[in-house]
C-alpha cells in the first residue's frame, strides 16, 4: 500500500480544501494519508532558512512512514519541494511559491514527476515557469493564492473541482496507485 503526506500551507491546515480534497484522491486509490500540522510558528516565509525549517518539519514523518510517499503540498508546504528532489519523490504542489528561488531550484532538480497548481492572479505563481518545470501544470485564470476566482462562491467551487480532476489525471499519467 502506498503513502501520501499532505502539507499544509501558512493560514490554513491539512484539512483546507484544496489539502483535503487532493489528499482524498490518493485515500481512494487505496493510499494511507498522513495529514501534516505544523508543530511551531514557522519563521519568516521569504527567507532561505524556511526550506529547512519545513524539512525539519516534514522529514522525520516521511523517514517514519519509509518508501516513496506521495508529497502533497500547498505554499508554504511547498519548500519541501527540495526532499521531494533529493528523494525523488512525487508531488503534487498546489499554489507553490515559485517566486522563491529555492523553490524554483529544487523543482527544477527533481527527478519524480509533479503536478504544479496556480492561478494567474497569484503574485506566488509564473505560469511561464510552471510550464518551463513541469509538463503537468493546472493554471486558472483569475484564480489567486487560494485559488480563488472573482464572482460566486460557486465559481471558487467549481476551481477546487478542477484541481481535483487535474490530481486524478496526474496520478493516472503517472500510474501512481495507492
Known amino acids: 500500500m502506498a503513502d501520501a503526506v499532505v502539507i ?12 483535503m480534497y ?10 494511507t494519508v498522513h495529514r501534516h500540522s505544523w508543530s511551531r510558528r514557522w519563521p519568516a ?3 532561505p532558512e524556511i526550506e529547512s525549517w519545513v524539512g525539519g518539519e516534514v522529514v522525520p514523518l516521511i523517514d517514519t512512514i519509509g518508501g516513496r510517499p506521495l508529497l502533497i503540498g500547498k505554499s508554504l508546504g511547498t519548500n519541501a519541494a527540495a ?3 533529493e528523494r525523488s519523490l512525487p508531488a503534487v504542489w498546489l499554489t507553490p511559491l ?21 492561478g494567474t492572479a497569484d503574485k506566488r505563481w509564473d505560469g511561464d ?10 493554471e486558472v485564470e483569475g484564480a489567486d493564492h487560494g485559488m480563488y476566482v472573482p464572482g460566486p462562491l460557486t465559481e471558487s467551487i ?21
Not at 467549481?158 to 495507492?178: H, K, M, P, T, Y
Open 8 to 19: 499544509p500551507g501558512g493560514r490554513f491546515g491539512p484539512g483546507a480544501p484544496l489539502l
Open 22 to 31: 487532493a489528499g482524498d484522491v490518493a485515500e481512494l486509490r487505496g493510499a
Open 45 to 47: 516565509a521569504g527567507q
Open 83 to 85: 526532499i521531494a528532489a
Open 98 to 118: 515559485l517566486d522563491l528561488p529555492w523553490v524554483a531550484d529544487a523543482l527544477d532538480r527533481a527527478t519524480a514527476p509533479f503536478l504544479l497548481v496556480g
Open 129 to 138: 515557469i510552471a510550464r518551463r518545470l513541469s509538463p503537468h501544470v493546472l
Open 158 to 178: 467549481a476551481v477546487l473541482s478542477r484541481v481535483v480532476v487535474a490530481v486524478e489525471e496526474f496520478l493516472d499519467a503517472i500510474g501512481w496507485q495507492g
